[in-house]
T-cell receptor, first 114, second 114 residues
């Protein structure tokens, strides 16, 4: 589906539980990104990775963790330290770490705390 | 870091009218400015982009203009149709060292009334 797949589409988390959101791409893109979307807040950057085995914090990294062991995969873990995790999470990729390339987005995961 | 402001937050037009969305950015080093359209419950999709060496770019009914001196860029949609109704996001590229990422505006909800 567009070369970048997020799963699951819907996820429910109990208080104090860690959950992992999957993001896989077959576009051979070097860079991958996680954004959080809340109503009226736009897209806020959580973490990003320009190359395998390397990643950087974005603007709202607290309570989240990532790994980049393979070029194709960039999973996001929402930990119990994230106090308000209910949101729509979008994964994206771009061809190169250099400037001047748009993102391809996944279809998103909607996380709800129950 | 980069900061992108987007206005208006909501815009309602009659079918056939034009719509204009404006964004300003803070980092004078930014040189790539994409626009995304997000329909309800779906992923953002790139609709047009512009680079800093170009002042204007058109693609059928949509156009983007860039004023580097004033650090603002705008999206223009002519002859609007109901299917143009969506949330539109502007973005600007920024890099911390060699790290490239997009910073997004908070979005504009465009409603085209038939």
């Amino acid at each position: 589906d567009g070369g970048i797949t997020q799963s699951p589409k819907y996820l429910f988390r109990k208080e104090g539980q860690n959950v992992t959101l999957s993001c896989e791409q077959n576009l051979n893109h070097d860079a991958m990104y996680w954004y959080r979307q809340d109503p009226g807040q736009g897209l806020r950057l959580i973490y990003y990775s320009q190359i395998v085995n390397d990643f950087q914090k974005g603007d709202i990294a607290e309570g989240y963790s990532v790994s980049r062991e393979k070029k194709e995969s960039f999973p996001l873990t929402v930990t119990s330290a994230q106090k308000n995790p209910t949101a729509f999470y979008l994964c994206a990729s771009s061809p190169s770490p250099g400037q001047g390339y748009g993102y391809t987005f996944g279809s998103g995961t909607r996380l709800t705390v129950v | 870091g980069e900061n992108v402001e987007q206005h208006p937050s909501t815009l309602s037009v009659q079918e056939g009218d034009s719509a204009v969305i404006k964004c300003t950015y803070s980092d004078s080093a930014s040189n790539y400015f994409p626009w995304y359209k997000q329909e309800l419950g779906k992923r953002p999709q790139l609709i047009i982009d512009i680079r800093s060496n170009v002042g204007e770019k058109k693609d059928q009914r949509i156009a983007v203009t860039l004023n580097k001196t004033a650090k603002h860029f705008s999206l223009h949609i002519t002859e609007t149709q109901p299917e143009d109704s969506a949330v539109y996001f502007c973005a600007a590229s920024s890099s911390g060292g060699s790290n490239y990422k997009l910073t997004f505006g908070k979005g504009t909800l465009l409603t085209v009334n038939p």
